[in-house]
């Protein structure tokens, strides 16, 4: 890890680390800080949009040949007489999201002071590709909208098996190896009696 990263040393001692993503679209880019109500600005004079409705479980890794999607999503209740929000971002189709980029940022506070003048710019932590929306109802007025995204393992999980004989050697390598023809295909081992 580099000693700074943006003037920023991540050994040093913070007074809090404020979660920040910023979503892609093709009607431009917004931003959104996690789990916090509010508004706050950056040294670059963006505007991420808290709500303490707004939360994304943590990022799994792939294990035993899965790659776990992420996903951010918010809850609320609808209003009866305000215009349906989940109806709103149906109008909006599945390609205002598929394919785009979503960055996750961390944003270093160093003082209590710099909830509101910030003097080190967010830290991108990693990038992900959106791929759907989707939507929960519970009861009269109880909703969920998720915004899921491709895993940082998504290739790995995708990728191909390479069977180490000529042809497989040839793939990694350009070259085949002539050796590996006479590579054993079955584990044979010698039953051993005592006694």
């Given amino acids: 890890m580099p000693d700074t990263i943006d003037g920023w040393n991540p050994r040093d001692d913070v007074v809090g680390v404020l979660n920040l993503v910023n979503i892609h679209t093709e009607d431009g880019e917004f931003g959104f800080l996690l789990a916090q109500d509010g508004v706050f600005v950056d040294v670059n004079g963006k505007h991420w949009y808290g709500s ?86 519970s009861g009269a007025e109880d909703r969920s909208i998720g915004l899921s995204f491709e895993p940082w393992s998504e290739e790995r999980r995708a990728a191909r098996r390479i069977t180490l004989n000529t042809d497989g050697h040839a793939k990694l390598l350009g070259a085949a190896n002539p050796s590996l023809e006479y590579m054993p295909t079955q584990d044979f081992e010698e039953e051993k009696l005592f006694g």
């Fill in 52 to 137: 303490t409705l707004l939360s994304s479980p943590k990022l799994q890794s792939a294990i035993d040949g899965v790659a776990p999607a992420g996903e951010i999503s918010v809850s609320f209740f609808q209003q009866p007489d305000a215009p349906d929000l989940v109806d709103q971002m149906l109008s909006l189709g599945v390609d205002y999201v598929n394919g785009h980029k979503i960055e996750f940022y961390l944003q270093p506070i160093c003082s209590m002071a710099e909830f509101s003048a910030p003097t080190i710019a967010p830290q991108l932590e990693l990038t992900r590709t959106m791929r759907k929306l989707s939507y929960r109802a």
